[in-house]
């Protein structure tokens, strides 16, 4: 174990004399930690652009019940085309046209349609639940108002004074919602779906480490000295695994603080990080037992890569897949992570619950550097 | 001892070892010759378990090496096995300690040997930072700071300047005298004949010829003939001389030992002024070609 350790600390020392791989080291999580923090933190508000020139008073009334709103951040535009615009660039995520004359057709007692613009992905569907809710809030005043007026109280204008004085006084129902189960519409199972992309592609860069040391002819010499290949290549994992374990923490780490996001139990949680980052390694260390080049490594590492996380989930999500296409994603070890995380995030599990999981990550691990560790031999023995 | 004893390896339709069999003595240096393609560098890696043959066994001291044999074996691969960006004495340490040294042994061996081979002002360079000829001295070193009982070498004078040779041959003498059984490959004929007490020469997997380089020379039933008549080589017309060509610079004349001298001479004599006349056992070199080619012939 001495001089696996000996091989790790010497990777690992290779690795932070080489300013490229670095720099992919320190940035990328932080690239990872905001995109995660930007699509999936608590703290995330979508915008929305909303164009209300021209609309009146009762234009300027619903603006204004939009931007009171916690869940939103209200951005203006001058007209339907900028906005339109903003909305396919992604510089919103959502637009809401209120028509000019708005407030004079209402008063009239017509009926307006307000235009709502949004992509078809992304948190637009989320956005117009609440600007739909702050219409019918301003409808039901509306509606109130006009019945008063029609019943000869007063005028409209002191009808809706009226109408929105009893508003505000009139206690509220509210609706709490929870999520039961891994939904594909919980934010915190989709950052554990880009943690887990991004720990098994970092991971599998670790191939071109091990091909250079065969190629430079040091594995040889490791061999020779003697050194067993399962030693070598536990040597030559361990430092990456290192480097995984640490960059996928600090993912975990920072999302969960600066951006709330919601990791459930730490200790089930980083069973998972620490027991994928060991299946990435294993597979970063066979494919440096069989690839002949960086190159190659590259290529495969992202090919690999990303097909494995689409099969398993980590791109779509696993409920939306059919039955058939969700067995077929469990040959992957991201299913099985995703699996483990939905029932840590979505139904409070623990380690004890998730061991099946884990179980399944271990054997992964495992088998892969197993049989990294007999072909690493069989490459340089033949 | 170091006992290679009948090895055969094949990949795939090739025979690279047929049989290849030697020994080599503690405290001698022993030069492993053969054209490209021989079955050197292979007969090396199953010496260190890199290369497993189908048949045949390497033994060191009378018992078939094992991993704990290979602890005392030095090793410097054809590819070299250094990493270029690591500095020189990490990269010593680093190898001592994964051939079973502990820490501070490894250390203190990494010093010794930088001393050894005048690298300790550059201890802290890269290897890469070296010269050619620099670079082959940590790659010396690396591979007997575990002081090694048998150092086995892969081409160590390759691509060396005359000065470098000068001094990896010195170093090899040294260990040598220290008992260290030392087996090393090269193309520098001259070189091995100057610096090898033994030899072995291999072609096509197996052993042609070997042993002690000097009486192998002299039991030879041929010898050169050198002789220079007016300036010019001269070549005589009898039965049994043989012509090595060269591409550059005069022929080699072989000429059977029991040839009768006086009557060379007289012959050269009568062809002008005879100012140069050897007749000594044949080279390494003619050795090597008589006993991978057959030699050549007038």
Redesign the interface.
């Known amino acids: 174990m001495s001089k696996a350790v000996s091989i790790a600390g010497v990777n690992l020392r290779r690795v932070f004399r080489d300013r490229i791989s670095l720099f992919f080291m320190v940035v990328f999580p932080f690239v990872i930690i905001l995109m995660i923090g930007a699509m999936y933190g608590a703290g995330f508000e979508p915008t929305l652009g909303v164009v209300s020139r021209g609309s009146g008073a009762l234009g300027a009334d619903l603006v204004g019940r939009l931007e009171r709103n916690e869940g939103i951040r209200v951005r203006a535009y001058d007209d339907r085309g900028s906005l339109t615009t903003a909305v396919e660039r992604g510089q919103v995520e959502a637009g809401l046209v209120i028509p000019s004359g708005y407030d004079t057709r209402i008063r009239a007692g017509e009926t307006v349609s307000l235009p709502y613009i949004s992509r078809p992905a992304g948190s637009g569907q989320e956005a117009q639940l609440i600007v739909a809710a702050a219409v019918d809030r301003q409808a039901v005043v509306l509606r109130a108002a006009r019945f008063a007026a029609s019943e000869g109280v007063g005028s409209f204008d002191e009808a809706l004074r009226t109408a929105r004085a009893v508003d505000a006084s009139f206690p509220r129902v509210e609706v709490r919602s929870s999520v039961a189960g891994s939904s594909v519409l919980s934010f915190n199972y989709g950052a554990a779906q880009e943690l887990l992309l991004f720990v098994f592609l970092v991971s599998l860069s670790a191939a071109s480490m091990l091909i250079e040391s065969r190629r430079l002819g040091v594995s040889r010499r490791m061999l020779a000295s003697p050194t067993g290949a399962a030693t070598v290549v536990l040597g030559e994992g361990l430092g990456r695994f290192a480097i995984a374990l640490f960059q996928g923490g600090l993912i975990v780490g920072v999302t969960l603080v600066v951006f709330g996001v919601d990791w459930g139990d730490p200790l089930a949680t980083g069973a998972i990080v620490i027991l994928f980052a060991l299946v990435g390694t294993g597979a970063a260390m066979l494919m440096g037992s069989v690839l002949e080049n960086a190159q190659q490594a590259g290529s495969f590492g992202v090919f690999f890569g990303l097909i494995l996380a689409a099969l398993g989930g980590c791109m779509v999500p696993l409920e939306i897949f059919p039955n058939t296409m969700r067995t077929i994603a469990h040959v992957t070890p991201h299913a099985w992570a995703l699996d483990a995380f939905g029932d840590v995030l979505g139904r409070n599990g623990t380690v004890v619950d998730i061991w099946p999981q884990l179980a399944v990550l271990a054997l992964y691990a495992a088998g892969l550097l197993s049989l990294a560790a007999v072909l690493f031999r069989r490459k340089l023995t033949a | 001892m170091l006992e290679v004893h009948d090895l055969t390896k094949r ?1 795939g339709d090739v025979l690279a070892l047929d049989g290849c069999s030697f020994s080599v003595w503690s405290g001698r240096i022993v030069g492993f010759l053969g054209p490209n393609g021989a079955g050197k560098t292979t007969t090396m ?1 199953c010496i ?5 043959p189908e048949a045949g066994e390497v033994r060191w001291q009378g018992r078939e090496v094992g ?1 704990e044999e ?2 005392r ?1 030095g ?1 410097m ?10 500095r020189v004495r ?1 990269q010593i340490v ?2 001592a ?4 040294l502990d820490r501070s042994a490894a250390e203190r061996a990494a010093g010794r040997w930088l001393g050894r081979l005048k690298l300790a002002d550059r201890a802290e360079s890269r290897v890469e930072e070296l010269s050619h000829g620099n670079q082959q001295r940590v790659q010396l070193a ?1 591979a007997m700071a575990h002081a090694p009982e048998l150092v086995v070498l892969d081409e160590p004078f390759s691509g060396l300047d005359p000065i470098a040779v000068e001094s990896v041959a010195g170093l090899l003498a040294e260990l040598a005298s220290e008992g260290v059984a030392v087996l090393f490959s090269s193309h520098q004929l001259d070189l091995v004949e100057d610096v090898c007490q033994d030899v072995v020469i291999v072609d096509h997997g197996r052993v042609v010829l070997s042993g002690d380089v000097h009486r192998l020379r002299a039991s030879s039933s041929r010898r050169s003939l050198r002789v220079t008549v007016d300036g010019a080589p001269w070549i005589p017309n009898v039965d049994g001389v043989t012509v090595v060509p060269r591409e550059e610079g005069r022929p080699r004349v072989l000429v059977d030992a029991s040839v009768d001298l006086d009557e060379l001479l007289r012959l050269a004599g009568e062809t002008g002024r005879v100012t140069q006349f050897s007749f000594e056992p044949p080279s390494l070199s003619d050795l090597f070609l008589e006993a991978v080619t057959g030699g050549g012939s007038r």
């Open positions: 990949y890696r260190f378990g890199l290369a497993r991993r290979r602890r074996f090793y691969p054809e590819e070299r096995g250094l990493y270029p960006r690591m990490e680093y190898f300690e994964l051939s079973g690396v």
